[in-house]
Every structure is written in C-alpha cells, then in structure tokens.
C-alpha cells in the first residue's frame, strides 16, 4: 500500500491516526467533563449538575453519546447526535468541536472550519480548539495561520497536551518544508513524551535527511522495539542502518520486514535495492 499522503507529504501510514487520536481524545474530554466555568453562577465558580439548563443537560447527554459514536467510526450517527445537541444548546462550544472534527474526518474543510470558528468564538481561550482548528488549517497547507493557532494553544498555561501540538506542528512545518523548525518542535515533543512513535518517527527521519544517522538509529530503534513498529519505521531503520554501514543490522531488520509485512510496499522496495524510496 502506498503511505496516505497529507499537506502535500508523505507522513507515516499510522502518523495521521496517532494526530486525528490526540484530537478525538481531546473531544472526547470535552464531552464528557463536567461543564467547566460558571455562566449562570458566580464568576469563578465551578460549574456542577445543579447549573445545567434542560437544555445543557440534554446536550450534554447527546455530546457523550456522539463522541462514542465518533471514537468507534460511526461518523455519521455521531453527526446525527451532535444536531441534535445543537438543537438543545444552540451555544455549546464542545458540540461545535465535535462537529468540527466529524465534518475534517469527512474532508468537508469548509464546514469543518465554520465550527471550529464558531466554537472558538464561544470559547476563544481554549487550547484544544486551537490545537484542533490549527490541524485543519495545516491540512489546507494555510501554514502560517496553523502555526499562530498551535503558538496560542502552546501559549495557554492551562493546556495538558502540549506534546499533541509539539506533534501536530512539526508535521507541519516538515509539510512546509522547514526542516530544521520541525526537527526542534519534534525534539520538544519527545521529551514531554518519548513514547509517542509519530514523534520517534520524524525525528529519526530528520536527521537521517541531514546525515546525522548515528542520532537518527537511537530513536528508530525505541520504535522499532516497541509494539508501535510496523514496515515503515523498519524500512526506515534500514535506511539507517544502511547509512552506518551496519549490514548485519540491515539483514536483521530486513528479516523482521520480511516476516511481518512480506506484502507491503517496504518489502519490494527492499528487494529491488530502492532505498530512496
């Protein structure tokens, strides 16, 4: 299979996935949180069940029951269910969110964007939604309009998952052909969280790219040792192995590309000796 192409450059096959993960996982959090500052209380209370309206209530309801929808690929009854949430609560920034997500899943940039426009404009300092529509913006290669919404969701002293915008921005700015910019917010990135393989990926990509592949080989290797590896971060451990001179680390990654993915486009590559591919 060939690797999905977004903003206009190859990103790894599960790169896109473990991006789209981080804002449903935002979305979901959304939903399905308590509802957060007062608009009926006094300011800087906290909002409990008891401030609901009817109608919060119910959208509140439908929003949990969308983003169960969304989590599981049931994208249009999520759709439906967020309607229905707007209907209840016409000033809901979190089904706004939600209908953002759904309608970039489904490529309708346009409609993805008014929703995250009105979400923003309900709650402007929100960090996910920042986050979020700045992957939209990316996606339609608006980079410097992407990059000041990742830079105001990166701003926010209260935001959690700064490494999901850390990613999101270097995968950016690697579409934009800013290598050396994406190279420092991908190392930002995995320090506040090594785990993440996307991270891993790109970061060992970059540096093979600037022939740095002794740096590079530390971090394929973490991917390719974890249950995260697949036949792009093992071809690209190939490569880098390669570039060292280590044939018998080749042989052996080789070996695992052959076992476990004898069917993908790595493996012909392999055997044809393509490794600019």
């Not at 979901?28 to 209380?41: E, I, M, S």
Request: with cysteine; charged share 25%.
């Amino acid at each position: 299979m060939k690797a999905r192409e977004v903003l206009g450059s190859p990103l790894p096959r599960w790169g896109y996935r473990w991006v789209l993960a981080g804002l449903t996982a935002a979305a979901l959090a959304a939903c399905v949180a308590p509802p957060g500052t007062a608009t009926g209380a006094h300011s800087g209370e906290i909002v409990t069940a008891s401030d609901e309206t009817e109608g919060q209530r119910r959208a509140r309801i439908r929003l949990e029951l969308a983003a169960g929808y969304f989590e599981s690929g049931k994208t249009t009854v999520a759709l439906d269910e967020v309607k229905q949430a707007l209907i209840a609560d016409p000033n809901s920034a979190d089904a706004y969110n939600l209908r953002g997500l759904i309608y970039m899943r489904l490529n309708d940039y346009g409609i993805a964007e008014d929703s995250f426009r009105r979400a923003l404009a309900l709650r402007p300092g929100d960090p996910d939604l920042r986050h979020n529509y700045g992957w939209l913006l990316c996606q339609q290669r608006r980079f410097v309009e992407a990059e000041q919404n990742f830079a105001a969701a990166l701003a926010s002293p209260i935001y959690q998952a700064k490494d999901k915008t850390l990613m999101a921005r270097g995968l950016c700015q690697s579409a934009a052909q800013q290598y050396a910019e994406a190279e420092q917010s991908f190392f930002k990135a995995y320090e506040l969280n090594p785990g993440n393989p996307v991270v891993g990926y790109h970061l060992a990509s970059l540096l093979l790219r600037r022939n740095d592949a002794e740096r590079a080989r530390f971090y394929i290797r973490r991917v390719n040792n974890s249950e995260f590896a697949n036949a792009e971060s093992l071809w690209l451990g190939i490569k880098i192995e390669r570039a060292l001179g280590n044939t018998v680390a080749m042989g052996q990654l080789a070996e695992q590309l052959h076992k476990r993915f004898p069917e993908s486009r790595e493996w012909t590559a392999y055997e044809r000796g393509s490794f600019n591919d």
